[in-house]
């Protein structure tokens, strides 16, 4: 079994920066990819960003393109996403997620973090 464990969420102005990390507790075959969600109260989980750990390929919602990074440290099985020009609306609950293919659906990923808490103040 794998496990993911979030970290580096917190309060922040709007405007600032975080750094999310997200640590596999092993590699799999059968976790290739890893992605950022997110989750605001009475709403759906949302897909933000992808990345494979064999392909340097990043995949964004359009909501964070130009402002989020994704990337990864293969050594650490460390997945990181870099969050700046913070908006109020980016305000949820991040979560990672491990599964095999490119895709933002959520019910598509087999393995799960238990979310860090994200929130911007205006």
């Known amino acids: 079994q794998v496990q993911l464990v979030e970290s580096g969420g917190g309060l922040v102005q709007a405007g600032g920066s975080l750094r999310l990390a997200c640590a596999a507790s092993r590699r799999t075959s059968s976790m290739s990819t890893v992605s950022w969600f997110r989750q605001a109260p009475g709403k759906e989980r949302d897909f933000v960003a992808q990345i494979f750990w064999s392909d340097p390929t990043t995949y964004y919602a359009d909501s964070v393109k130009g402002r989020f990074t994704i990337s990864r440290d293969n050594a650490k099985n460390t997945v990181y996403l870099q969050m700046s020009s913070l908006k109020p609306e980016d305000t949820a609950v991040y979560f990672c997620?491990?599964?095999?293919?490119?895709?933002?659906?959520?019910?598509?990923?087999?393995?799960w973090g238990q979310g860090t808490q994200v929130t911007v103040s205006s």
């Open positions: 997620a491990g599964g095999l293919a490119r895709s933002a659906n959520p019910t598509h990923y087999n393995y």
